[in-house]
């Protein structure tokens, strides 16, 4: 249940969506596994197990899970199929096989191997924060996050999400934060770091087991570096790498928050349930606490989104059609 990575995304609260207008949307949408001539196959699954329903509802948030199945069929197997192929037509014909027979044969090797291929299943997991106005996603790569996005906006035409646009650039703040060896508020730095130098072909310097408010480092920001990973603390409980296009990887809840789950739950129902609602109050509050030391949101983001009831979901904002090719203000 606990997000490893987090892609997060800024909701509008213009209109709300009822959770049960989201929930018949996705079981239109169901998962089916891709077989035949199909690549992959992919559709909204419960979130959990013990689940019957695509969407799990716990206070204001939402939770949804979208899995999907790719196969598996490498390219230099059908190219060793096709060249037997060749090799046999050449032997029996006494003739040379010509591209255009080659593409062809590629082809039909392809759809002959197609259902025989092995699958790989992966999950991305997600919830809207209705109170806050945030969609997390647990994903640190922008396309799965960015693919779950546009199952939504088919799902619920025009589905609200936009990266966030604050109004300080993350590898600015970074850099500011180890520069005087001190992280923002509420956080505290940890032991791991990123810098690089923005010239061409730059060098980038890792730190790992470091102690991040030591004279070396501050001596790599004097020469032009700047930061672009940085790992941090949040309130003792939550550990994280921020990178400066505002993701969180390897993401870690704290002892404490583990232990609190495990006492809240007597059984799989009750301690999913207790371990959601945790795990995405401690997100939202990191990631507000996040944005605040980050400058806040541009105007246009920074409004509110509130949830009028707890039984709904989903702000509506104006239709964005592809937020990972947003232009960020800081690139």
Avoid at 112 to 124: E, I, K, Y
Avoid at 185 to 208: H, M, P, Q, W
Avoid at 254 to 279: C, H, I, K, N, Y
Wanted: proline share 5%; aromatic share 6%.
């Amino acid at each position: 249940m606990w997000f490893k990575q987090l892609s997060f995304y800024r909701l509008n609260s213009e209109s709300i969506h009822e959770t049960d207008k989201l929930a018949a949307a996705l079981e239109k949408s169901p998962f089916q596994h891709c077989g035949g001539l199909d690549w992959f196959g992919e559709g909204w699954v419960a979130p959990a197990s013990h689940l019957d329903s695509s969407v799990f509802t716990a206070r204001d948030c939402q939770l949804l899970s979208l899995k999907r199945e790719d196969k598996v069929l490498p390219a230099g197997v059908i190219r060793d199929f096709v060249e037997q192929k060749v090799q046999e037509i050449e032997e029996k014909e006494l003739r040379k096989v010509g591209r255009k027979e080659k593409l062809a044969l590629k082809e039909q090797v392809t759809d002959d191997l197609l259902p025989r291929a092995f699958v790989r299943t992966h999950r991305t997991t997600a919830y809207l924060d209705c109170r806050r106005g945030w969609m997390m996603v647990d994903s640190g790569t922008a396309s799965k996050a960015e693919a779950l996005v546009s199952k939504l906006r088919e799902a619920l035409p025009p589905f609200p999400a936009a990266l966030p646009r604050t109004k300080l650039a993350p590898h600015t703040a970074m850099t500011d934060w180890l520069a005087a060896g001190e992280a923002p508020y509420g956080f505290e730095l940890d032991a791991d770091c990123e810098l690089k130098d923005g010239s061409e072909n730059g060098a980038v310097i890792r730190c790992t087991r470091m102690d991040l408010t030591a004279e070396e480092i501050r001596q790599h920001i004097a020469t032009g570096k700047q930061v672009t990973r940085v790992g941090l603390i949040w309130q003792e409980k939550v550990r994280f790498m921020l990178t400066d296009t505002l993701q969180l990887k390897r993401i870690q809840f704290l002892d404490v928050l583990q232990e609190e789950a495990s006492q809240a739950g007597d059984d799989r129902e009750s301690l999913f349930e207790a371990t959601f609602t945790l795990m995405s109050e401690e997100l939202g509050e990191l990631v507000e606490a996040l944005i605040e030391a980050l400058g806040g949101l541009e105007d246009s983001q920074a409004a509110p989104a509130t949830a009028s009831a707890p039984a709904q979901v989903g702000p509506v904002a104006v239709p964005v059609e592809n937020a990972s090719d947003e232009k960020l203000p800081w690139d």
